[in-house]
């Protein structure tokens, strides 16, 4: 059986996982991400500790990316500091309601600071696999 999660995406390192030029136009690079992620909702999925199922989508854009536009299905939290501090926050106040909570990051700071949120962690390209990107 699959575990439910939310699923929080650290959206600035998924997007420089990738060098398609996302530095030339963050908000525009942001959108496209943004646009791939609610076809994940209620999807089954194999996660970094067995199977998933994503019942919540919680993307986290900083700096530029701000501009991004929000897709139906997929709550963008407007980072107005440090996009790790929203994360920790997102995943914290997730984990605080009784939901598991899974953050796509390859941040190793980040990801120490999650620690306490007992959160699962998968890297951009296991998002990007799902997304076929």
């Known amino acids: 059986m699959a575990q439910p999660?939310?699923?929080?995406?650290?959206?600035?390192?998924?997007?420089?996982s990738r060098p398609d030029g996302w530095w030339r136009?963050?908000?525009?690079?942001?959108?496209?991400?943004?646009?791939?992620?609610?076809?994940?909702?209620?999807?089954?999925?194999?996660?970094?500790?067995?199977?998933?199922r994503i019942e919540r989508i919680v993307a986290v854009v900083e700096g530029a990316a701000r501009a991004a536009g929000a897709p139906e299905g997929v709550e963008v939290v407007r980072a107005p500091a440090a996009g790790d501090d929203a994360i920790v926050d997102a995943a914290g106040d997730a984990a605080a309601?009784?939901?598991r909570v899974l953050v796509v990051t390859a941040d190793r700071g980040l990801r120490a600071r999650l620690v306490d949120v007992d959160a699962l962690i998968a890297g951009p390209g296991w998002l990007n696999g799902l997304l076929g990107r």
């Not at 999660?5 to 997007?15: K, P």
């Not at 136009?25 to 998933?52: H, I, S």
């Open 5 to 16: 999660v939310v699923l929080v995406v650290d959206v600035a390192n998924v997007m420089g």
């Open 25 to 52: 136009d963050r908000a525009g690079a942001a959108t496209r991400l943004l646009t791939g992620l609610p076809g994940l909702a209620g999807r089954e999925v194999d996660g970094p500790d067995g199977r998933v």
């Open 97 to 99: 309601s009784g939901a």
